[in-house]
C-alpha cells in the first residue's frame, strides 16, 4: 500500500522537480479548497449544493442511458448502461420491473467489465489477406466482395454441404436467427452450429428426451423459494455469480444447500452438505441417490403414476448401484449418499441444478438423464420452488444457441428439419431447398474438415482456435481450410488463419433481444454507437445475403424478430413490443395473447403422451481414465474476473490485478510429491500435449485432480483435451476428465512459460 | 440441517456471515391498512410502512428517508432519522421502519416533525463534507437531493470541512473506490455486502465519532479486502462515499484537477501487486493464522504483503488489562458484530 500526501498516481519525484510537483498538485487542489471556503463564506452552505447541482445536472444531459441486458454470462441481468458516447462509464440498477431476474444485483463483470469496447486492439475496419498472406484494412465493398465469391467459388466446385458456419451465441436472437436463414438459405448447408455444443448440448438432449424441452423448467425465483438445491458441477459464485447471491440468500434463510462437485469451490463452502466426487462419474453417484429414495420407499409415488413413464425401468437400472460400488468408484462414502437422498426426499422443493461439471462428459446425456429421473421420482418439478436448471454460459446460448436454430438439426423453435412438413415451411418462407440431411456439429466439422468435406468456414464470434477441445489438431484444421471468414471484436487467436475478418459490435453497440437460462426474452438497447466502421451482425448478414444472389430487406431488428414469430411457435407472441412493455417474457409464447411460461411443466410435459418419459442409465465412466504414466484427472472451469477465452476481460486492467494469468490448482500432498510450491512454475502433461503454468497449491481439490481455468491463451489448457472422445447423443467432448501427469518444470520443455501476459492483450491479438 | 462437509463438520459459509438488517423482524404492518397522509387517504398492502404510504402521495412536506432503500430487502435500519413524521396516536415517529397501521393519521407537516428532520439531517451533514463539484455523485446524490429540498441554508452543526479531519481516499480497488469523508452510515452498503450478495466483506467498526466503514476481515484497504467486485456496494450507496471507477468523474466541474480522487488531498493508492492467480477459499483468506501458509491455500506469489499490516494497526495501543484480541484465526467471524473494540 502507498500512502501519498498528494493526489494523483505520478511517481514521487526528488528535489526542485518533486517541490514542483506538489506545489503544482497543491494549486489544482487550492482552487476547489478556497472556492469552497470563500463561497461558504459568502454564501449559504445550502447554495453550494444547488450550484453544484446544477453543474452535476448540465454534465448528465451529456450521457446516455439505457437500460440493458449483460453480455457476459447467461444469469440474464438487466442494468442502466451510462455512456458518454465514446466509453461506458458504469452501470447501475434499472426499474424494478425491468430487471426481472437480478433485481439490483451485478457480478463484477457486468458492472465493470467493459474496457474491451475500446481496446486499443478493436477491430473497427475490415481486414484482408494480401496475396503476400499479410492481413491489410479494406473497405466493407472490397471484404464482402471478397467474402461473397470465396464463399461461392467453394459452393459452385464442391456445393454448399462443403461450407459450415459457428454461430455467436454472444449476438442477439434475431442475429443469430439470420445465422441459421443464412447458412441454408444463402450457403446452401446444414452444417451451421455454435458453442452450446461444447458446453450444454448434452443438457439440451437429455432434457429433451425426457420431459421435452432442453431449458431450465424453474424460473429464477424458485432458487430463492427452494427448501432445498442440489449443485453439481457448477462453480457457481464464479461462472454465474447472481445465480450464487440468490442461492446463499435462501441458505441463508434456512434452505438446504447440497454441492456435489471435486472441488471445494466457494459455494461448497456455503453448503449444509458438501461431498468431493471423483470427476467423470455423475451418473454413478445420482442413480445411487435414486437407488436409496427408491429402495426406501421415499420416492413421491402420486407423481410417479400420474405424470411419468419408465419408473421401473429406473428402479431396475440403479440396482447395480450398491453403496460398496459407488464408494469404489466416485469416492462417496454411503453415508453422504444417504444424506442426499433424505435431505432431498424430506424437502418439499428442490430445484437441481447444474453446470458443466455435469455435460462436458463422452456420456453427457446419460448425465443429465440420471438428474432428469432423480427430480421426476421425488415429484419435483413444475411447481414452485422445485425443477431442473441448467445454467447455461454464454449470455445468448438459451435463445441464440438454440432456441433461434442455428443448429445442424432443427430450424429455431427445435423444429426437426428432416421432418417434412416442417421443411417444406421454411423452404417456403425462405424460398430455398433445404437438405433434410443433418448437416455436421461444431466438434464434427473441425473432424470432417480432415477429410475435405468441409472446405470453408464462417465463424462468428467464437474463438475455436482456443475453445474446441484438442486445439492442435482444431489450429491445424483452420490452417488447412480453402477459405476462413472470420467475424469478431478481435483479431483474436481464430482470426489469425482467416482470409477475412469483418469487424462486427459488441452488446452495447445494438439493439436485439437476448434470451437468458430461465427463458426470459429480455430487450438489448443500444447504449452508444459502433466503434468506427464496425457494424452489428444483422446488418453484416444482410449486406452478405444480398451479394450473394438474395433480397433482405429488414429494417431493424424488430422485423426480423416478425419472422421470427411467424416462423417459431415457441416464440409466437414474443415481439419486441411487448418484451419491452413487459420488461422480459419467457418462452414458450404461442401468440399475441399468451403470458408467456414461467415454469415449464406444470400441467403436462412436452411429450406425445405428456408424461416424463423416465429411461434407466447404466454405468458410465471417463473415456479417458487415470492410469501410471498419466496419474491425474484434469478438470477445466471458470473463475470469476475471467469470461471464456478471455477475449473481453484480458482487455480490463482492473480484471487482470485480480487474476493475471493462467494456474494449476494442486493438492499439498501432490505438490509435495513432486517438490513444488505455490508460484513455482509446473508442467502439465496429457496424450496430447503439455503446458507450463504455475502451481497453486490447495486443498480445494482432490489429491488425485488438478484444476487450471480455461481463459488463458498463451497456456491453452485445450492443448490437453481430447477432441475424439465425443457424447454419442450430444457430441460433447469431455473437457472436464483428461489423464494428465504434473511436474516441476525443467526449464527446457517445448512450451514457453507465461506467468504475467500483458494486460492488455494477448499474443496473437494484433 | 445435516452436515458432511469433507473436512470436518463445518457449518455452512453463510451461517457465519454478519447480517444486516437480514434477520431483523419485519417492520412492515401486519395486514392491508388504510390511513391518511397529510389529510389524503392511502390504501397499503401487508408489509408496508408509513414511508411506503407516504410515497403513495403528493405530501405537505417532502421526506428525505436517507438510509432507506426500498430494493433487495435491505434495512429499514432507521439510522438517519431524517424520515420522522407525526402520527396522532403515537407522536413523532420514524417513517422508514413504523408500520402502516389501519386508521392512522399522518402529518408530514407537522412543525416538531419538521424540526426533528431538520436537526437530523444537519447531523448528517455536520459529518460530510461539501465538495460537491468533485464529487463522483454530483447530481446523483441523495443527500445532495435531500439539502437542496430541505433548503439547509447554514447546518447548525457545520460541516466536515471546518473540523479539517479528512481521511484519505480508498483507491485501492480496480473498481470501487472509497471516499469515507461522505459517507453518513446509513449502512446500505454493510447489507448489500452482508444479506444481498452475502459475502460478508464489509461492516460498521468503531464507535461514537470513529464509526466507520471497514472489513470484516480486519484488512485496511479494499485490495487486501475479500471483496468479490460484484459493486452493490457502490449501487446502494446514496452518497460519493463508495463510487464506481469510470463514472467518478463524469458530472465534477470540468476543470482540470477537480476529480473525486483529488477532492481530499490524500489518497490510499493501490500496491500494485495482484490478487491471484487462483481464487483463494473464503474460509482460509478470512484467517490470519493460515494465510500466511502457502500450502493452505495457493497465493505464494501475492502472500507477502509490505505497508500497513492489518494486525500491527489493531493490536496498537490496546490496553493490556482490557480483554484480549480474539485469536482472529481461531474463528475468523466471531467478531463481526459489535466490533470495534479492537480497534484504535
Known sequence: MAMSDHEGSDPELDGVAGYMQRAKQQALQNVEHVAEGVAADTLPEGKLFEIAQSIGDKRLEELNVADTTCGYCAVGCRFDLYSDGEEILAARPTAEEDAPVNGISTCVKGKFGYDFINSDDRLTTPVVRDDDGQFRTASWDEALTRVAEGFGAIREAHGGEALSLIASSKATNEENYLMGKFARQVLGTNSVDNCNRLCHSSTVAGLAKTYGYGAASITTDDLEIADCILLTGSNTTEAHPVLATRIKQNVRDGADLLVFDPREIRIAEHATQYTRVQPGYDAVWINAITRHIINNDLYDEEFVAERTTGFEAVREAVQEFTPERVEEVTGVPHEEIVSAAETIAAADTCVFGWTLGLTEHSHGTENVMAMANLAAITGNLGKPGAGVSPFRGQNNVQGGGGDMGPLPDNFPGYQDIADDEIRAKFEDAWDCDISPEYGYYTTQMFLQADQDNIRGMYIIGENAALSEPGVNHAEEVLEGLDFLVVQDLFVNETAEYADVVLPACSFVEKTGTFTNTDRTVQMVKQVMPPKGDSRPDWKILQELANRMGRDWDYADTAEIMQEVNSLTPLYGGVTHERVEAEGGLQWPCWDEDHPGTVRLYEEEFNTADGKANLQGVGYSEPAEKPDEEYPLTLTTGRVLYHYHTGTMTHREEGIMKYTPSDFVEIHPDTAAGIGVESGDLVTVASRRGEIVVPAQVTDRVGPDNVFVPIHFAESAVNRLTDEEHLDPAAATPEFKVSAVKVRAYDGDADADPIVSPSPERTPGDD | ?344
Not at chain 2, 471507477?245 to 476543470?255: H, M, V
Not at chain 2, 494465510?291 to 496498537?316: N, V
Request: aromatic share 2%; with cysteine.
Open chain 2, 1 to 344: 440441517m445435516s452436515s458432511h462437509h469433507h473436512d470436518g463438520d463445518v457449518p455452512p459459509l453463510t451461517e457465519e456471515i454478519a447480517p444486516g438488517t437480514a434477520s431483523d423482524p419485519p417492520v412492515g404492518s401486519d395486514g392491508p391498512a388504510t390511513l391518511t397522509v397529510d389529510g389524503s387517504e392511502v390504501s397499503v398492502g401487508t408489509g408496508a410502512t408509513l414511508l411506503d404510504a407516504i410515497d403513495r402521495v403528493d405530501p405537505a412536506d417532502s421526506v428525505p428517508a436517507l438510509c432507506s432503500y426500498d430494493r433487495a430487502g435491505i434495512g429499514p435500519r432507521s439510522e438517519c432519522r431524517t424520515c420522522m413524521v407525526e402520527t396522532d396516536a403515537h407522536g413523532i415517529v420514524p417513517a422508514c421502519s413504523f408500520p402502516a397501521e389501519d386508521g392512522l393519521a399522518v402529518h408530514t407537516d407537522a412543525e416538531a416533525a419538521a424540526e426533528a428532520r431538520d436537526v437530523n439531517l444537519d447531523l448528517v451533514l455536520s459529518n460530510h463534507n461539501l465538495r460537491c463539484t468533485a464529487c463522483g455523485k454530483n447530481g446523483r446524490c441523495e443527500l445532495q437531493d435531500a439539502a437542496i429540498d430541505q433548503e439547509v441554508e447554514h447546518p447548525r452543526y457545520g460541516v466536515l470541512d471546518d473540523r479539517d479531519e479528512y481521511e484519505p481516499i480508498d483507491d485501492t480497488s480496480s473498481f470501487i473506490q472509497i471516499d469515507r469523508n461522505k459517507c453518513i452510515l446509513c449502512n446500505r452498503c454493510v447489507e448489500a455486502c452482508n444479506d444481498v450478495q452475502v459475502a460478508g466483506v464489509l461492516r460498521v467498526e468503531g464507535s461514537g465519532q470513529d464509526t466507520r466503514i471497514g472489513f470484516q476481515s480486519d484488512a485496511e484497504t479494499m485490495e487486501d479486502s475479500t471483496c468479490v467486485s460484484c459493486g452493490h456496494c457502490a449501487t446502494v450507496c446514496p452518497t460519493g462515499s463508495l463510487v464506481e471507477k469510470g463514472i467518478e468523474d463524469a458530472t465534477t466541474i470540468p476543470l482540470p484537477g477537480f476529480t473525486q480522487k483529488n477532492s481530499v488531498g490524500k489518497t490510499i493508492e493501490s500496491s500494485g501487486k495482484s490478487k491471484g492467480p487462483m481464487t483463494p477459499k473464503k474460509r482460509r483468506s478470512k484467517s490470519k493464522s493460515e494465510s500466511g501458509s502457502p500450502a493452505s491455500d495457493g497465493g505464494a506469489p501475492t502472500d507477502a504483503r509490505d505497508g500497513t499490516d492489518a494486525s500491527e494497526a489493531t493490536d496498537t495501543g490496546i490496553d493490556p488489562d482490557a480483554d484480549p484480541v480474539p485469536d482472529a484465526g481461531a474463528d475468523p467471524w466471531t467478531d463481526d458484530h459489535d466490533s470495534g473494540g479492537g480497534w484504535p
